[in-house]
């Protein structure tokens, strides 16, 4: 099966621009998770979807960054404005999800965006 | 909340060593547990889980983890480890009753021939 696509791989950008990120799960995965992982640090949730709902999306710095998940399929992040602290790699997953605690399953990552911004 | 840790930030072996990563968890409900790999420039990738039954699990390339819920430890080992196990390591948690997915800080293997 396909996996989990994302794009760019890669973004540089100055601090104060704004940027979006372009996830596209697996095919029939209901759950889809967006994690900010800093150099040195494990991945961190930002928000989660379940279908086309927010579920989680506590640790999402809400003054900057925002998400959506059109039509329960393809999803985007967005920073605006960008700050240096930003930077780190940005993983889409997705899973079968569903029913709370039924989603027995591996998560799926894609490989990520990296962003810098200078 | 739940939290992870993974005490060994960073371990360098020989070929052929052994290997035991440490991972604990904070939760005290049912958990589902999980070891994830990522080798330079590539995606997480699953090496194995835990979710109920024999606590001893065995995972892909000759990995395996143990579940010891009085210490809410679930160490990965490998008998003898090989320069293409050289990569990232995170450990990584989940109410039984959420998606959520919560990570430790990884610990990156390197291993030398």
């Known amino acids: 099966e396909a996996g989990v696509a994302q794009s760019p791989r890669y973004k540089i950008i100055e601090k104060r621009q704004s940027v979006a990120f372009w996830c596209n799960p697996i095919?029939?995965?209901?759950?889809l998770y967006w994690y900010q992982q800093i150099l040195g640090q494990g991945p961190k949730l930002l928000i989660q979807?379940?279908?086309?709902?927010?579920?989680?999306d506590s640790q999402l710095p809400k003054d900057r960054f925002s998400a959506e998940r059109l039509k329960g399929v393809d999803s985007t992040l967005k920073i605006q404005p960008a700050k240096l602290e930003d930077s780190a790699v940005y993983l889409c997953?997705?899973?079968?999800?569903?029913?709370?605690?039924?989603?027995?399953?591996?998560?799926?990552f894609g490989s990520g965006t990296r962003l810098t911004v200078v | 909340a739940q939290s992870v840790s993974q005490h060994n930030h960073h371990v360098i072996l020989s070929e052929a060593a052994s290997l035991e990563l440490g991972c604990n968890y904070s939760?005290?409900?049912?958990?589902?547990l999980f070891w994830y790999v990522q080798y330079p420039g590539q995606h997480l990738q699953l090496l194995l889980k835990?979710?109920?039954?024999?606590?001893l699990v065995k995972g892909i390339k000759g990995f395996e983890a143990e579940f010891i819920k009085s210490k809410f430890s679930f160490n990965l080992r490998k008998p003898s480890v090989q320069w293409s196990d050289t990569a990232e390591y995170f450990c990584?948690?989940?109410?039984?009753?959420?998606?959520?997915?919560?990570f430790g800080t990884g610990t990156r293997l390197q291993v030398f021939p």
């Open positions: 095919s029939g995965h209901a759950t």
């Open positions: 939760y005290g409900g049912t958990v589902n």
């Open positions: 835990y979710f109920s039954g024999d606590p």
């Open positions: 979807f379940q279908n086309n709902g927010v579920v989680d």
């Open positions: 997953a997705s899973s079968l999800g569903g029913v709370r605690g039924t989603s027995n399953y591996g998560y799926t």
């Open positions: 990584a948690v989940k109410a039984y009753n959420t998606d959520k997915l919560i």
